[in-house]
């Protein structure tokens, strides 16, 4: 069994230009999460997803941050315009149901902004 | 959003050598989760602890949930280099959404 599946593990990417992080959740889970990793800080809770709908973004910053989960593919975060400060560990999560019993992560995508 | 303070921060010891983590809050969870995190890899689910005072072993890892559920412990016996990587502690913040610790970054040595 596969499992969380991201990518690209690492991007680069110049200020002001487009950051697109994919993420195909494990066989039969349909719920997604997506999660951010600051150096010296916590995972940070960004956007929960089901299948064609967003349940919860209250973590996404409010402006160039977006997501989707479609009906067909992957989960996509979009950043618009990077700035330095996006330079981040992104890690995306999937679960068989809403309740976090167990959580399973993908390797994460390591975004550095230059 | 609730707080996750989880101590030491750092933590670096002798292989063979017994450890204990903490993750405390003021807060009530009703469920919290530990995970270990290799550098450039995403966390890897260990233990779910639900029920106040409720104790968990994986090998040689013992979990234990507080009484009023607000804190959680974990416990390496005779630790090896394998164990070597950063421990996070998460609870259960809006039903779905985890809130997590920043970790403890722990170093086994031989």
Redesign the interface.
């Known amino acids: 069994n596969a499992g969380v599946m991201q990518n690209p593990r690492h991007l680069v990417r110049r200020r002001g230009q487009e950051a697109r992080l994919r993420c195909s959740p494990m066989k039969g889970h349909s719920h997604v999460y997506w999660y951010r990793q600051l150096p010296e800080e916590g995972l940070k809770f960004m956007v929960y997803l089901q299948k064609e709908n967003i349940i919860d973004e209250s973590g996404m910053p409010k402006e160039r941050f977006s997501a989707e989960f479609p009906k067909e593919g992957p989960s996509i975060l979009r950043i618009q315009q990077v700035v330095r400060g996006d330079s981040a560990a992104y890690f995306c999560a999937s679960s068989p149901e809403g309740a976090p019993y167990g959580y399973t992560f993908g390797s994460g995508t390591r975004l550095t902004v230059v | 959003t609730q707080l996750?303070e989880q101590s030491p921060q750092f933590l670096s010891i002798q292989e063979g050598e017994n450890l204990t983590v903490y993750c405390n809050s003021s807060s009530v969870f009703s469920?919290l989760?530990w995970?270990r995190q290799e550098p450039?890899?995403?966390?890897?689910?260990l233990v779910?602890v639900?029920t106040g005072g409720e104790v968990k072993k994986l090998k040689r890892l013992t979990f234990q949930f507080g009484d009023a559920r607000k804190d959680s412990s974990l416990h390496i016996t005779a630790a090896q280099p394998g164990d070597t990587g950063l421990y996070?502690c998460?609870g259960?913040?809006?039903?779905?959404?985890?809130?997590?610790?920043?970790?403890t970054s722990l170093l086994v040595t031989p």
Do not use: R
């Open positions: 996750l469920s989760q995970y450039g890899e995403g966390p890897v689910l779910t639900v996070l998460a259960e913040d809006s039903g779905y959404a985890l809130n997590f610790g920043k970790g």
